[in-house]
């Protein structure tokens, strides 16, 4: 069982902001046994709102509203997109990206799955620097401007860039052999698992103003799974 109060980045009297784990829900599962980062804000405080969501295999930084006025401060800060998102994504890809814009419409479809459609999507647009190239990955910062799902993932593999182990979107998986052909051994009768298992995206920081107009931002560090990735990606470049 997770601790809710270990995934505490900041608190005060209106907003809770946690690094939030991968493989868990930001709102309800359809699992209702299984636990969501509501039903934990639920647990700890009286009347907790989610301000807004990550994908279930998605790590980072999450808002928290603790009252009703919070939540309305902070949606509205989202509404006129005055709040600052920075992701960190792992791809396959090695183009360096500088500044790139991407603004290529989003429509969701019926099993929640979403693809880039010119003449029914909504406006999407997201911002891509490439942060360091790797022998065989690079890390990306990605800006959204607009909040749409999975924007920053079919945006990415739009342009060739799709994230490592994204197969929705066609990212691939990598391989500690990939690496270090020459000295990789596996044993007998067992199959290699990818370096990630998850979609590597993480939601790096985020900022906004608070109650009383004072800006902060809160960055999430990497989970282990996404940290051994780029330690991998480092030693072997």
Known sequence: MLNFKELILFEDNDFLLINKPYGVSTLDDRDITKQNILKMARAYTPDPQVCHRLDKETSGVLAIAKN?????????????REVVKIYHAVSAS????????VELPILTLKDGNVKIDRAEGKLASTIFNTLKVYDQASLIACFP??????????HLA???????????????????SQMKSKNFNLKNDTEEQPIIKRVALHAFSLTFNKMDGTSIETKAPYPK??????KLLEKYS
């Open 158 to 176: 739009t342009i060739g860039s799709a994230i490592l182990a994204d197969s929705l979107y066609g990212g691939k998986d990598l391989f500690l």
């Open 145 to 154: 401007i607009t909040g749409r799902m999975h924007q920053i993932r079919i």
């Open 225 to 230: 799974d996404f940290s051994v990735l780029i």
């Open 68 to 80: 009703p006025e919070a939540y309305r401060h902070l949606s509205m800060q989202f509404e006129n």
């Open 94 to 101: 090695k183009q360096k990206l500088d500044n790139r814009l």
